[in-house]
């Protein structure tokens, strides 16, 4: 059990009212050494998503170069492909990973017609 430290930084740009763009940066220490997560992502629509990452910032600590793609089907389901290619020595036994998610929201799940409780997520404000 050690002590660590996550941050994230997370903005917005409204290119237009259908293109977003949310860039956001992921650092994360042990205060021995310190790893980052640059992401871009895309939202065309508010339902079409794609991305690219990169995890690392200097010649000793870079990782990987990951790409994401996505759609959200409605206001419940969302599916989501993420690929993460190797860089640093380790990619010879890494090769990359791929994941394949399904989100499911189970907001107001049964439908009572009661709106759920407002919990306020600093990642979230706008």
Known sequence: MNTQLSAFFQWQYDFSQN???QPNLVMRTDFVSTQTEINALMRINGNIFG???LRGYSSSSLDALGFSIGHKINR???VFYNYDAGISALKRSNEGS???ILKVNFYNLPATGI???IIYNPRFLE
């Open 19 to 21: 293109i977003q763009f």
């Open 51 to 53: 991305g690219v990452m």
């Open 76 to 78: 419940r389901y969302a």
């Open 98 to 100: 791929h994941e394949l």
């Open 115 to 117: 709106p759920p409780k």
